[in-house]
């Protein structure tokens, strides 16, 4: 992680199953959302109450992308580490847009309410992967700058 970007952890569920597509670089990008819902008791009737849930759109690159789309679906409740990025870019009517999404560097199953199996992969190479942390490929291979962005 580079100086001055904003890190964030987020505990929530997923709102419906990675959607997997495939740059035309042949880089792998898994894009999802999380919604985070906090919850406070109420003394007074005896009960949890929902608040307003967050919506974090997110993207994750490579081997994490596969794993994820492999791994997890709609309703998993996740623990996810990233990056805040913004993403701005023109509409085909010329208009000007920009959103802030989540980065995901590392994701995994929340174990709070429930159980996990854990399966290994094992690496396809022995060299250096591109989720080395000192690769220095970006995550917008083979995406045009003036595209929709990856969310």
């Not at 709070?112 to 917008?140: C, E, I, L, M, Y």
Request: aromatic share 8%; with cysteine; hydrophobic share 35%.
């Amino acid at each position: 992680m580079s100086f001055g970007e904003t890190p964030i952890t987020v505990i929530g569920n997923l709102t419906s199953d990675p959607e997997l597509k495939f740059t035309e670089g042949g880089a792998a990008l898994a894009k999802f959302t999380i919604a985070a819902t906090p919850r406070t008791y109420d003394k007074d009737s005896g009960q949890w109450k929902d608040g307003t849930a967050t919506f974090f759109r997110c993207a994750a690159w490579r081997t994490l992308a596969e794993h994820i789309a492999d791994s997890l679906t709609k309703g998993s409740r996740v623990v996810a580490f990233g990056r805040i990025r913004q993403h701005n870019w023109q509409t085909e009517q010329g208009e000007n847009r920009s959103m802030l999404a989540l980065e995901i560097d590392d994701i995994g199953a929340s174990m709070r309410f429930t159980t996990v199996a854990v399966n290994a992969k094992q690496p396809a190479q022995s060299g250096p992967s591109s989720d080395d942390p000192w690769n220095t490929a970006t995550p917008a291979d083979g995406i045009k700058s003036d595209a929709e962005p990856p969310f």
